[in-house]
C-alpha cells in the first residue's frame, strides 16, 4: 500500500508532520498514522497560547483501536487549534495533510525544522 508523503512537509519518527505555513507550522499527523489508527473518533488538542516542546506530548488520538499520544515536531507556542475536530474528529482519517490538520505553532528554533526527516526518510521508515 502506498500513502500520502507531501513534499512540502518534514517529518517525526512518530508520524506527526510540520509544514511551514507563513510564520507559523502547521502539524498533523501523516496518512500513514491515520491509516494505522483506524476511524478516528476523538481528538485532545492544546489551548491557543500553550507552549509545545519538541517531541513532548501535546494531545491524544483516540481510534476505535487505540489511544495515541501526539508529539510535537518543533518547539514553540500554540497560535491556532482546529477547533473543526471536536465536531469531525474523522476529518483526521478524510484529509490528514488538509482539513485534519491539529494545531499552528509559533516557531522558537528555525533549526528544529531541518531536524526533522526529510519525505525520502519518512517513506523509507514506513516502507
Known amino acids: 500500500m502506498s500513502f500520502d508523503v507531501p513534499e ?27 491509516d494505522e489508527l483506524g476511524d478516528v473518533v476523538f481528538v485532545e488538542l492544546p489551548e491557543v497560547g500553550d ?20 508529539y510535537a515536531p518543533v518547539s514553540g507556542e500554540v497560535t491556532a487549534v482546529n ?26 528554533d528555525e533549526g528544529e525544522l531541518d531536524d526533522l526527516l526529510s519525505p525520502a526518510e519518512y517513506e523509507d521508515q514506513i516502507a
Open 8 to 34: 512540502d512537509c518534514r517529518y517525526l519518527e512518530s508520524h506527526e508532520w510540520a509544514r511551514r505555513d507563513g510564520d507559523a507550522v502547521r502539524v498533523g499527523i501523516t496518512d500513514f498514522a491515520q
Open 51 to 70: 507552549s509545545v516542546e519538541r517531541e513532548a506530548e501535546f494531545g491524544v488520538v483516540e481510534s476505535i483501536k487505540a489511544v495515541s499520544d501526539l
Open 83 to 108: 477547533e473543526a475536530l471536536f465536531d469531525e474528529p474523522e476529518l483526521v482519517n478524510e484529509d490528514p495533510f488538509g482539513d485534519g490538520w491539529m494545531i499552528d505553532v509559533e516557531l522558537d
